[in-house]
């Protein structure tokens, strides 16, 4: 698995840019990630006052990462829309990431990169989208590995699954932290900066149920797809996603790496994962066709 | 101003006979088994009731229109394949679609079958919209249940194409086709078994005077003796976040759009969408007649206000996203 790459996908959750500069450049310094996508995917409201953006692409370039922009994954408004067009505008320079088919449609007949918030469920989308210039392809966590390996068969374009963090389950034009907090979206005051990983989602038992990120909702569980990572390389899926979470990440992508150069097997990398993260409960049933919640032993 | 088409569901040919007396525009509906959204039990056309239904509607001048609106499956892309052919074979009024490849098949096959993007497609922008219709040449888009009236007025004016908009029933508070939340708690979802919150994964749970509804073991609601019990939908529960308890991402609602058609006919919308083809005759007259009436007072100038709250979920109603108060 030794040319498997790993990549550091967009940051989902509204932290300040002192914590995301901060982040980045540990990550820039110490994480053996080979892929770094940057870019507000949730929330156009979140752009406005960050500016961490061209000091972190220097430090991660400088390191030897290579950056990807990530756009918006839900394009309502002429705002939306300004911020798409300013992505797309980036082409010449970086491989934007769409999320949406307005982005699609902006790099269309350029080199992109396609989200996992654009629907691949079949060869012939994949197809579609490579013929309009989608060098890289992060699938759905939704697929079950039958899905993958078919996809994988067919593919020209880099393929990317999630093996880390939270699941993007859904996105709306309302917002639920807000509402969370008996704000609306447009008096929103940033309720959702005060959960780095998300707000979590009990049922009225207690169970733990989901997560909310302000306009998105998440999986309670993270996903964790570390035992399943040599079956994904045989069928020649090579890049593999870490969603970020305010966890010690370098050390988190460190014990993917490990895992990948068979440095360390399932085991020990699922005991490294968790000694690192010992409150949260992992899953990995997409990949078993399974709920997405659940663990399946492998 | 354009004349709104009222579109009706339909989830049988009875049902698509009741829709189209009760004087809809267009009825839409699906064949029996995946390839479409409303993938139930005991539910859906064969071919041959296709068939059988658009010689009823045409007769009356209504129009019937295909959903096969769901994603083909990797390695198994036969049944939603066979679907369209029928579909074009039978000369369905049109079809209506959400997959990439399955619009790039269709519009490739049988070019003078006419495409309407599904509301899974999560098409949400002009710029979306127009790349669908320069790539497939859909004729029509039903627009995702995120937007406001005026964000659909500014869309109206940058596209070619006409725009549906859903009027009445069960309302998704997520972008649609863009959702698995479904599938990560029960393993089933829209996008890739046309089910969510499926009826085979609920259970009832009565706990003294009160009831409990339940989805693969997670309770969604608890309801007290003086409450009306609704269906558990994952997103229309009740859950805890921030130390409060209630309902988080959706009340127990159903939209209603008869108090705004004449702000969306000003916003160029050209087709009305009811939800629901898992719900009976009785209801489908019921809400197609008082559609009717209130479009065709809509026509006159005249606003007609019907509550229908005897056929709403939890007995409430809302406009949802096309008041900005909602979001």
């Known amino acids: 698995m030794n040319k498997s790459k790993l990549s550091l996908g967009p940051l989902l ?6 914590k995301i500069r901060d982040f980045y450049f540990a990550i820039a310094d110490e994480a053996p990630v080979d892929h770094v996508y940057l870019g507000e995917v949730v929330c156009s409201k979140r752009i406005a006052g960050k500016n961490y953006m061209l000091e972190a692409i220097e430090r991660l370039e400088n390191a030897g990462k290579k950056v990807i922009i990530s756009g918006l994954m839900l394009v309502l408004d002429d705002r939306d829309l300004r911020v798409m067009a300013d992505i797309a505008e980036m082409a010449s320079d970086y491989l934007i990431e769409a999320n949406d088919m307005s982005a699609v449609s902006l790099l269309w007949g350029k080199e992109h990169a396609i989200g996992p918030f654009i629907n691949i469920y079949n060869e012939a989308t994949l197809k579609y989208y490579e013929a309009g210039g989608a060098k890289r392809i992060s699938l759905a966590s939704e697929l079950p590995a039958s899905s993958l390996r078919t996809l994988a068969a067919v593919a020209t374009a880099e393929l990317e699954v999630q093996v880390f963090g939270r699941l993007p389950l859904a996105i709306s034009s309302r917002c639920y932290h807000a509402r969370a907090h008996k704000l609306n979206k447009d008096g929103c005051q940033y309720v959702c900066n005060r959960d780095p990983d998300g707000l979590s989602v009990d049922t009225m038992d207690g169970q733990k149920f989901l997560a909310i990120n302000g306009l998105q909702t998440l999986s309670y569980t993270y996903c964790s ?5 040599p079956e994904m390389a045989e069928m020649g899926i090579n890049n593999f996603r870490l969603s970020p979470h305010d966890v010690d990440m370098v050390r988190v992508s460190q014990v993917f790496r490990d895992r990948l150069d068979g440095k360390i097997d399932a085991a020990q990398a699922n005991d490294a994962l968790e000694a690192e993260m010992f409150a949260i409960e992992f899953s990995n049933g997409y ?10 032993s492998v | ?25 267009a009825v839409y509906m699906g064949f029996r088994d995946e390839t479409n959204a409303r993938n139930f039990p005991g539910l859906n056309f064969s071919v041959d009731e296709l068939a059988e239904a658009l010689d009823y509607a045409h007769a009356k001048d209504a129009k019937v229109m295909v959903a096969i609106n769901t994603h083909a499956s990797a390695g198994n892309s036969e049944p939603w394949i066979k679907a369209i052919d029928n579909a074009a074979r039978l000369k369905a009024d049109a ?26 497609a999560s098409a949400s922008n002009a710029v979306a919209i127009n790349h669908y219709t320069r790539e497939f040449g859909i004729r029509r888009v039903v627009l995702p249940r995120v937007l406001t009236v005026p964000e659909i007025r500014d869309i109206n004016g940058k596209i070619n194409i006409k725009t549906e908009v859903f009027a009445f029933g069960g309302m998704c508070p997520m972008a649609e086709g863009r959702c698995s939340m479904s599938s990560y708690i029960t393993g089933k979802s829209p996008n890739m078994n046309g089910v969510c919150s499926p009826a085979s994964d609920v259970s009832y749970v009565q706990q003294g005077q009160n009831l409990k509804t339940n989805l693969s073991g997670f309770t969604i609601n608890e309801f007290g003796p003086n409450e009306q019990a609704g269906y558990p939908t994952l997103c229309k529960g009740r859950f805890t ?30 087709a009305l969408k009811i939800e629901g083809r898992q719900r009976s005759k009785a209801y489908v007259r019921e809400v197609v007649q008082n559609f009717r009436k209130a479009i065709d007072a809509a026509e006159r100038g005249e606003r007609l206000v019907i509550e229908m709250d005897n056929l709403s979920e939890g007995g409430q109603n809302t406009t949802g996203a096309y008041n900005k108060k909602w979001m």
């Not at chain 2, 098949?105 to 509301?119: G, I, K, M």
């Open chain 1, 13 to 18: 959750f509204n932290w300040n840019s002192d």
């Open chain 2, 95 to 120: 079809i209506i679609m959400a997959d990439v490849g399955l619009l790039d098949y269709a519009h490739r096959t049988h070019p003078d079958l006419p495409l309407h993007l599904s509301v899974q």
């Open chain 1, 225 to 229: 797809l570390l035992a399943e990572l």
């Open chain 2, 1 to 25: 101003m354009t004349k709104l088409e009222l579109v009706s569901p339909a989830g049988t040919p009875a049902a698509l006979r009741v829709a189209v007396d009760a004087g809809a525009d």
């Open chain 2, 241 to 270: 976040a921030n130390d409060k308890t209630g309902y988080l991402f959706e009340e127990p609602t159903s939209l209603n759009v008869t108090d705004i058609l004449l702000e969306l006919m000003e916003a160029g919308v050209s």
């Open chain 1, 287 to 296: 990949y078993h066709g399974e709920a997405g919640l659940k663990q399946i």
